[in-house]
Nanobody, 124 residues
């Protein structure tokens, strides 16, 4: 059974930092792009960041560019999202996803495995 399990979420003050982790099991994803998405209350799920299969190419949403870094460790079958200078508007459930293909994309429909999400709450 393929699983993506996110961890590292929590409550943090504005300006703080968090590192989210996503551990995959059931198969390896070293030939797949990985991504992070988020969904805030009463809003649609939105793209946050993506990384290609080798970790050599990344994409970020404009809203997090310069504050977030996506990385991966294929030996550990894990992808990370480092978030700095957090803002209250970053409050959301953050989801990890594995893509169909090697190359990083921003469209959620190009990702076929999803985790259950981890809550990030940023207080002002």
């Amino acid at each position: 059974q393929v699983q993506l399990v996110e961890s590292g979420g929590g409550l943090v003050q504005a300006g703080g930092s968090l590192r989210l982790s996503c551990a995959a099991s059931g198969r390896t994803f070293d030939n797949n792009a990985m991504g992070w998405f988020r969904q805030a209350p009463r809003k649609e799920r939105e793209f946050v960041a993506a990384i290609n299969w080798r970790g050599s190419s990344t994409y970020y949403a404009d809203s997090v560019k310069g504050r977030c870094t996506i990385s991966r460790d294929n030996a550990k079958n894990t992808v990370y999202l480092h978030m700095n200078s957090l803002k209250p508007e970053d409050t959301a459930v953050y989801y990890c996803a594995a893509g169909h293909y090697r190359y990083a994309v921003t469209d959620a429909s190009e990702f076929n495995y999803w985790g259950q999400g981890t809550q990030v709450t940023v207080s002002s």
